[in-house]
C-alpha cells in the first residue's frame, strides 16, 4: 500500500522569500515521486519527479525537491519565490512492484503576497 | 510535447441533457485515465484505459460511460446528472513505462450540473 502526507494545507510567503512545501510518503516497496502544480482555473502540471539516481530533482522555474529514503521524504523548496507561484501543488507517489496508478497527497496551496 | 487536449473547456447541462466529454493525445501514450477534482482537492480516479481497454473502474455511477474510440481518443458520456457532479474533470495520459508511470494531465473540463 501506498500513501502520501502533505502536512501543510496552506503555506503563505511573501514574495523573494524561500519556502518549503512538505511531503512524506509511506511504501513497502521502491517508489517514483512526483511534484505536480494547478494554477487557477487550470489542470495539473508536472513540475518535476524523482524515477531513480540523483536524489536531488530540479524544474525549469527553480523549484527543487530531494527524495530522502530514510525520511521518506521528497519536499520541494525555492529559494525565491514570485508571486506567480501562487499555486495549488500536489504530491503523488507510485509505489513499485507492479502498481502504475498513483496516490496524490491532500495538496499545499501556496500563497505568495506581495 | 506532452500535451493532452481536452474538449469544451466549460459545459453546463441540466440533469436530463446527454452530453460528451472528449480527450486527446499524440504522445503514443497507451493508458489514458478520466480524474474528478472538486475545488481544492486532489484529483480523484474515475477509469482508466490501458491498451484501449477499461481496466479500472472506480465504482463509478453509471450516468458515467467512458469510451476509448482508439489509442488517442478517450471519451467521457454524461447522461441524467446530478448537480452533486459539477466539477472539473481531468483527463491525462501515460505510456505505461515500468520505470515510473509518468501521468499527463490536460486543462480539464469545467462542468456544471443545473
Known amino acids: 500500500a501506498q500513501s502520501v502526507t502533505q502536512l501543510d494545507s496552506q503555506v503563505p510567503v511573501f514574495e523573494e522569500a524561500p519556502v518549503e512545501l512538505r511531503c512524506n510518503y509511506s511504501?513497502?516497496?521502491?517508489?517514483?515521486l512526483f511534484w505536480y502544480v494547478q494554477y487557477p482555473n487550470q489542470g495539473l502540471q508536472l513540475l518535476l519527479k524523482y524515477l531513480s539516481g540523483s536524489t536531488l530533482v530540479e524544474s525549469i522555474n527553480g523549484f527543487e525537491a530531494e527524495f530522502n529514503k530514510s525520511q521518506t521524504s521528497f519536499h520541494l523548496r525555492k529559494p525565491s519565490v514570485h508571486i506567480s507561484d501562487t499555486a495549488e501543488y500536489f504530491c503523488a507517489v507510485i509505489g513499485g512492484g507492479g502498481s502504475y496508478i498513483p496516490t496524490f497527497g491532500r495538496g499545499t496551496s501556496l500563497i505568495v503576497h506581495p | 510535447d506532452t500535451e493532452v487536449t481536452q474538449t469544451p473547456k466549460h459545459l453546463v447541462m441540466g440533469m436530463t441533457n446527454k452530453k460528451s466529454l472528449k480527450c486527446e493525445q499524440h504522445m503514443g501514450h497507451r493508458a489514458m485515465y478520466w480524474y474528478k477534482q472538486k475545488a481544492k482537492k486532489p484529483p480523484e480516479l474515475m477509469f482508466v484505459?490501458?491498451?484501449?481497454?477499461?481496466?479500472i473502474n472506480e465504482s463509478v455511477p453509471s450516468r458515467f460511460s467512458p469510451e476509448c474510440p482508439n489509442s488517442s481518443l478517450l471519451n467521457l458520456h454524461l447522461h441524467a446528472l446530478q448537480p452533486e457532479d459539477s466539477a472539473l474533470y481531468l483527463c491525462?495520459?501515460?505510456?505505461?513505462?515500468?520505470?515510473?508511470?509518468?501521468?499527463?494531465f490536460g486543462e480539464g473540463s469545467w462542468l456544471t450540473v443545473v
Open positions: 491525462a495520459s501515460s505510456p505505461l513505462d515500468r520505470a515510473g508511470n509518468t501521468i499527463y
Open positions: 511504501s513497502s516497496v521502491s517508489v517514483y
Open positions: 484505459y490501458s491498451y484501449e481497454k477499461l481496466s
